[in-house]
């Protein structure tokens, strides 16, 4: 499996400001995806970040709040956009191996 | 009704007992099955795939039951470092075995 990383780990943003999460895979993958975990809640899927198109995003959200690069095989970044309380939440970025998605350790995001 | 459902526990169990989870999923299109481990304040991580034909790794037994929709996990020979929620994850659609959908997960707790 791949080595992931993000950054930041967590971060405490005011209300109105945008944060733009980085995560860096230590191997070339296709396929990349950002997903969030809300307080005592599983995960959803946010969007898919394939290199050299443009993000699908899944069903209740939207390029301006959270838009995806994917710049190159190895990174990715997710911005939250006009941030609000509610996007208080764990953000996690994956990627796909034939064997399954191996996730990064998480961007925990506190929205003030 | 969720996607995918699981019993949210907790399990608490002596070391040593044999502990089952059970999962039933809605859409009969999905391929691809998986049970994840999540610790406290941590990331996913992959545990197994399941196939068709059951599959065993260590003390681990996943099992897939097609006609009903239900998935399970078996763990022998519970140990403290089992500790941890476990998610049921299968694909979304036929063609799209990366459009994951996660279980609400199922807690363990194993005791001394």
């Known amino acids: 499996s791949a080595v992931i990383s993000q950054k930041p780990s967590r971060d405490i943003c005011q209300r109105g400001t945008s944060l733009t999460i980085q995560c860096q895979v230590d191997s070339q993958v296709t396929m990349m995806f950002w997903y969030r975990q809300q307080p005592g809640q599983s995960l959803t899927l946010i969007a898919t970040a394939n290199q050299g198109s443009e993000a699908t995003y899944e069903s209740g959200f939207v390029i301006d709040k959270f838009p995806i690069s994917r710049p190159n095989l190895t990174f990715s970044t997710l911005t939250v956009s006009n941030m609000s309380p509610e996007d208080s939440s764990i953000y996690l970025c994956s990627v796909e191996y034939y064997s399954g998605q191996y996730f990064g350790p998480g961007t925990r995001l506190t929205v003030t | 009704r969720k996607e995918v459902e699981q019993d949210p526990g907790p399990f608490n169990v002596p070391e040593g007992a044999t502990v089952a989870f059970n999962c039933t999923y809605s859409?009969?299109?999905?391929?691809?099955f998986f049970w994840y481990r999540q610790d406290c304040r941590k990331e996913p991580k992959l545990l197994m795939s399941?196939?068709?034909s059951g599959n065993e790794d260590g003390r681990f037994t996943a099992q897939l039951n097609r006609a009903s929709q239900y998935i399970s996990l078996l763990i022998r020979d519970s140990k403290l470092s089992d500790s941890a929620t476990y998610l049921c994850?299968?694909?979304?659609?036929?063609?799209?075995?990366?459009?994951?959908?996660f279980g609400s997960g199922t807690r363990l707790l194993v005791r001394p």
């Open positions: 399941v196939y068709s």
């Open positions: 859409n009969s299109a999905s391929q691809s």
């Open positions: 994850v299968v694909n979304r659609e036929r063609d799209s075995s990366y459009k994951l959908i």
